[in-house]
């Protein structure tokens, strides 16, 4: 067991703009966007819930109100239901326990290492997780339940390492890998967005973080890195060779559902695998696919 403190708290970085997904995404927010019949933000939160966190902390922008919504009582539809004898099946368990999430706002989007940072007064001097809804990671146990487990073993900083087409490798935040042990592998660099031809590896940060406090004091300081955007992967960068650092590779899919490809391919993966669905789906694409 390490002596690293343990994980509770949960940060969601909700308050970018969703360009890559418009129009559907001009008026609503990227993270409601629906998987089979469960917004991402849904499933991103059952995962941290499953992991044994205990508070879910939003950091929200404009526009983002549906999010606040769907974790809250809906109060006409639920007495309206109920009057009518129909089932609360699907929507119990979403509400969150009184005075949870907790929202944070970042006024302004300018990248994921400043939304992180908004977040810094609730996380205080704990170690925290950061799940980007966007990025459906679907397994058994969860992404992060799993990075959890290894938590408890090496302590320290945990991120998602997982491979990608070497042709890739300048879309994503990229690990330069030491010393490999089963799923762990040793972090000796990580960069964002490494220029084509450059990457040290194809492995890449998928949008699951375990991290220790200090990164904030280091986001205290924000530099402004790829895209024009203050990145968490140049901040959490800082901490290696200061406090153990793993990559963690996941058993199970990634859907890039900030994109149109993999929110397609989310939805057809996640519909063949229901009972209810998956036979209809199947022989509809059995019929497509001639
Ligand atoms: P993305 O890189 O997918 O950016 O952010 P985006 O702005 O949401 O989408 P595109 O690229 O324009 O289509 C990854 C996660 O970080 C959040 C997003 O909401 C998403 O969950 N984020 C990003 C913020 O909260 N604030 C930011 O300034 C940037």
Not at 29 to 46: G, H, N, R, S
Not at 60 to 81: N, P, Q
Not at 224 to 239: F, K, N, R, S, V
Request: proline fraction near 7%.
């Amino acid at each position: 067991m390490s002596s690293f403190k343990p994980l509770r708290k949960a940060v969601f970085p909700v308050a970018g703009l969703g360009t890559r997904f418009l129009p559907a995404t001009k008026a609503m927010p990227k993270e409601m966007l629906t998987v089979v019949d469960k917004p991402l933000i849904q499933y991103a939160v059952e995962e941290a819930l499953e992991a044994g966190i205990e508070q879910i902390i939003f950091v929200t922008g404009r526009g983002k109100s549906a999010l606040e919504d769907h974790f809250d009582i809906s109060y006409e539809l639920e007495t309206t239901m109920q009057a009518r004898g129909k089932s609360l099946a699907a929507i119990e368990g979403i509400r969150q326990k009184p005075g949870s999430p907790v929202y944070v706002r970042q006024q302004e989007p300018l990248g994921l290492g400043h939304a992180v940072w908004c977040a810094r007064e609730i996380v205080g001097d704990e170690p925290f997780a950061v799940l980007l809804p966007d990025e459906l990671m679907w397994g058994t146990p969860g992404f992060l339940a799993q990075m959890v487990e290894a938590y408890h073993k090496v302590g320290g900083n945990l991120i998602g390492a997982l491979e990608v087409a070497p042709e890739e490798t300048d879309k994503y935040g990229i690990i330069t890998p030491g010393e490999v042990d089963g799923p762990l592998t040793e972090v000796l660099e990580v960069i964002e967005k490494p220029a084509k031809g450059t990457a040290k590896s194809n492995l890449m940060t998928p949008g699951r973080y375990i991290l220790q406090p200090e990164v904030m004091k280091i986001l205290d300081n924000p530099v402004t890195g790829a895209g024009g955007e203050i990145q968490l992967t140049d901040a959490m960068a800082q901490l290696i060779g200061k406090q153990p650092f793993h990559g963690y590779t996941f058993n199970g899919q990634r859907f890039d559902c900030g994109g149109k490809a993999g929110y397609i391919q989310a939805n057809l993966a996640l519909a063949l695998e229901r009972e209810d669905l998956g036979p209809p789906v199947r022989a509809f694409a059995k019929r497509l696919l001639g």
